[in-house]
């Protein structure tokens, strides 16, 4: 049992901003931090369900996909139109991906233009976070908005150059997933709530991409996992970003790694030397999944799968799912 | 504390609840003498909790049971009609898939959910499909024969 005094169920977007506002209010939409998570809820007395506002929707749209704060994964995946919608802006390559603050995991990882993009990177990390219930009652936006390092499909979405679209009182605000993240549970995010994710389209057909988690289940939450996208061009890397989680008190990008891999040969030993700059780089802790030092080692290998998935060299049993 | 009432489907029959704003729907079936469904670890990470929400398998622990409104819900209390066993019920007792059995309703459920997508499944679907439901007794090879049984069980149907 939550310890509030009030459930709110706002039908728009004003009415919503309005009663976040106020002091000791908080959101609710798949619900499986907040209700499991006390950190969620400290000073909290009021929840506000925002699964009302008709945020469900994954749509691509001026360049971009948006993916909408209310969509279940599932809804979403099932809507024929939208599946070819985002399949035809994709193909013209000037669409943005929109992700509502209601979709959930289960939607994510089923929606077609994201199992296409950069080789489904943020699907698969959708598709390994938590059980298939879970799954069903998760939202994307729900996970950047916990804020959590280890969770699964922030390093996909920085890989993907994602963008947050924040509201409040005082309007919309957009800010780079790059600068969203403060520390563990914490982001730049106040008394605001996420709309929706957009991830650019343009230029992204022959983007490429891998994501490796290693955990000891794949239900299980990361001990550590990495995301990259790569553009290569005639056997060379012309761009390149790489993410790893569970490693720092952020999802951590990791630049100079990118610095390292961009101009030169997509060969292993490119990877190799990106995957020594990430093990220096990462500030991981122990806790009982894993040890600060083996997270450090992992890194490394996480890493390195994931270049070599990106740049279409993975190795048999070095798939995405690691179980 | 404040009350609100919704209305929602319960294994087929129309009900309105009076709920706490904190109550999650896991207290609230327990509350309306809907036992079936167990709480194990009450953190979303053993799916023992699991029920079919709007045809979504989901875990009733972690969500406000006030997100029901207007609902779909069934439970394991929902499987069996007339007095017979549903399919999936019927196979793991053939299988013998429970040891302490606390777990079993949330096994089953998910299995609902699964054999209602993939209705010919292979045993490496069943084990992904699985995977998410902890038995402490370590009870998992029966639990995957009793799904495969369950499938065609229902074929047969």
Not at chain 1, 111 to 138: D, E, F, H, K, Y
Request: charged content about 20%; overall charge neutral; some cysteine.
């Amino acid at each position: 049992m939550l310890k509030i005094a009030a459930y709110h169920k706002p039908t728009t977007l004003v009415e919503a901003a309005a009663l976040l506002a106020e002091d000791g209010r908080t959101i609710i939409a798949g619900g499986t931090d907040l209700l499991v998570n006390p950190r969620y809820m400290v000073g909290v007395r009021e929840v506000v369900d925002i699964r009302k506002l008709g945020l469900n929707y994954i749509r691509a749209e001026d360049g971009w996909l948006h993916i909408g704060a209310g969509a279940t994964m599932r809804t979403v995946a099932q809507q024929a139109t939208l599946q070819r919608l985002a399949n035809g802006i994709l193909a013209r390559g000037d669409g943005w991906l929109h992700i509502g603050a209601g979709a959930t995991m289960r939607t994510v990882a089923q929606q077609v233009t994201l199992q296409r993009l950069a080789n489904g990177i943020l699907a698969r990390g959708a598709a390994v976070c938590g059980s298939p219930n879970i799954r069903n009652m998760a939202t994307l936006v729900g996970n950047i908005a916990s804020a959590l390092p280890s969770a699964d499909t922030p390093p996909a979405l920085l890989a993907l150059n994602a963008e947050v679209v924040l509201i409040g009182t005082n309007g919309e605000r957009v800010v780079p997933l790059d600068n969203f993240f403060v520390g563990p549970a914490q982001s730049v995010r106040e008394r605001e709530l996420i709309s929706e994710l957009r991830i650019p389209l343009v230029d992204s057909d022959d983007l490429r991409g891998g994501f490796y988690k290693i955990g000891r289940t794949a239900e299980d939450i990361s001990m550590v996992n990495a995301a990259a996208t790569l553009k290569i061009q005639g056997g060379t890397i012309t761009r390149a970003r790489l993410v790893l989680g569970a490693v720092a008190p952020v999802p951590l990008r990791v630049t100079r790694a990118e610095e390292v891999l961009a101009g030169k040969l997509a060969t292993e030993e490119t990877f190799q030397r990106a995957a020594e700059l990430v093990r220096d780089e990462v500030r991981p802790i122990t806790d009982h999944r894993a040890t600060a030092a083996y997270r450090r080692k992992m890194s490394a290998v996480a890493t390195v799968r994931a270049l070599r998935q990106a740049a279409g060299l993975a190795a048999q049993g070095e798939e995405w799912r690691h179980a | 504390m404040p009350e609100l009432e919704i209305a929602l489907t319960v294994n087929g029959r129309a009900v309105r609840w009076h709920l706490e704003p904190g109550e999650t729907l896991l207290e609230a079936l327990h509350a309306h003498h809907l036992k079936g469904t167990k709480l194990i670890c009450g953190t979303g990470d053993c799916c023992g909790c699991g029920v079919m929400l709007n045809g979504n398998s989901i875990n009733a622990c972690c969500m406000l049971a006030a997100q029901a409104e207007d609902g779909d819900l069934l439970t394991v209390e929902g499987l069996a009609q007339n007095g017979k066993l549903h399919p999936i019920q019927e196979a793991f007792a053939q299988e013998g898939a429970a040891q302490c059995g606390y777990c079993t309703p949330g096994f089953i459920m998910r299995a609902y959910a699964f054999l209602q997508e993939h209705p010919h499944p292979d045993e490496a679907e069943v084990r992904a499909a699985l995977a998410g439901n902890i038995c402490r007794c370590t009870g998992y090879v029966k639990p995957v024969a009793a799904v495969l049984r369950a499938a065609e069980l229902m074929q047969e149907q």
